[in-house]
């Protein structure tokens, strides 16, 4: 029994010896649990709108403050008029647009009828659905008060309208999710063995007397992938297009540019977990396991990332996958052009210029 307890206590030494096994004890969990916890939800809340009333009548202002005051809505615009509800939406800046009649007031009062148009942004169906739910049952709620105190039968119509995807096809809300969660995956794991399987096999002693410098070294390495992904995303936007029915709405060159920056940003990414790992089997699951749940939980390709807490949506913006989506659903599904993904651009070019740097200088470190 003594001799038991020591190799447990053995045991129990060498797994608090290892900073990474504590870690994957104890803080996964943690981690796991606020993650799932916060940002595993479907519920819609605080979601930007845009309001266009020109009758400026005191039956849509009411209507008006009572969207404004609900937790699931946050008025945050006045339209002029209705050509600007196509800019918001390009823009990215609300998720539905409340249009009311020019005469609201007078042809309630008159013929007991008006109506109210939901306009929301379908390229995510579900949101979009679940939003003009939310606004149709606070109208509906508005109806019944007014009718209640004056006894008399009024209808308030509310039309819905899905811009960008009328049909309600879920294939346009998880394809450009899933262009960016293959291509983050599968370049980041193939470029994280890039490094690694030099010091494997014992080749980095080649590496090291290279007359080359590190920079053209981690390049060199990289373009063989990256060449590699270019097809794989020739592959999955032909799937998208001609299998899935998904068209690409806006230039294909654009779309195209800003694919090849994703997929150097992951490419960067797969080489900086290679410099920091000394085997191929930790650079796999190091890439599987970090890469994978932020860019499923944390991206917006299956949880608007507007619903969670502001700590994950600060989060969330060191994600590429983010930005990619965004930009991919702009073009893609929206036809924006590419003056609406700018920012998106910026962000993936800064990111790929980071991360390469940070390669490069634990690469650095790691010859002397």
């Known amino acids: 029994m003594k001799q038991f307890g020591s190799f447990v206590k053995k045991e129990f030494l060498h797994i608090f010896r290892d900073l990474r096994t504590m870690m994957l004890l104890l803080a996964m969990p943690v981690i796991q649990m606020i993650l799932f916890g916060f940002a595993v939800t479907t519920e819609v809340k605080n979601s930007q709108v845009a309001v266009y009333d020109p009758s400026k009548s005191i039956s849509t202002k009411k209507m008006t403050d009572r969207i404004n005051s609900s937790k699931y809505f946050d008025v945050i615009r006045y339209l ?209 396991m970090i890469f994978m749940m932020p860019i499923m939980l944390l991206s917006g390709m299956i949880f608007p990332v507007e619903n969670m807490p502001q700590a994950l949506q600060w989060l969330s913006n060191i994600i590429p996958a983010k930005w990619y989506i965004i930009a991919v659903k702009n073009i893609m599904i929206k036809g924006s052009d590419v003056s609406s993904i700018y920012k998106e651009i910026m962000i993936l070019g800064f990111m790929a210029a980071v991360i390469l740097t940070v390669s490069l200088k634990n690469f650095k470190n790691r010859l002397e």
């Not at 009718?147 to 998880?174: C, H, S, V, W």
Request: proline share 5%; hydrophobic share 50%; aromatic share 8%.
């Open 80 to 288: 002029n008029n209705p050509t600007e509800i196509e800019h918001e939406f390009r823009k990215n800046k609300v998720g539905l647009a409340v249009v009311f009649d020019e005469n609201f007031d007078q042809n309630l009062l008159h013929s007991g009828k008006a109506q109210v148009q939901l306009i929301a942004d379908a390229t995510d169906p579900n949101t979009a659905t679940t939003l003009t739910n939310y606004a149709g049952a606070i109208i509906m709620d508005y109806q019944q008060d007014l009718m209640q105190r004056t006894k008399i039968p009024f209808q308030i119509l509310p039309e819905t309208k899905m811009l960008y995807n009328p049909q309600m096809k879920g294939a346009y809300n998880f394809v450009p999710g899933v262009l960016g969660l293959i291509l983050m995956l599968i370049c980041a794991m193939m470029t994280s063995i890039a490094i690694v399987r030099e010091k494997e096999m014992g080749t980095m002693e080649i590496l090291l007397v290279s007359p080359l410098k590190p920079i053209y070294i981690i390049l060199a390495k990289m373009v063989p992938y990256f060449l590699l992904s270019c097809i794989n995303l020739s592959t999955v936007l032909l799937l998208a297009v001609y299998v899935l029915d998904v068209p690409v709405a806006g230039s294909l060159f654009w779309l195209l540019v800003v694919s090849m920056l994703f997929i150097f940003v992951a490419l960067s990414l797969g080489l900086l977990v290679s410099t920091v790992t000394q085997t191929q089997m930790a650079a796999m699951l190091v890439s599987g």
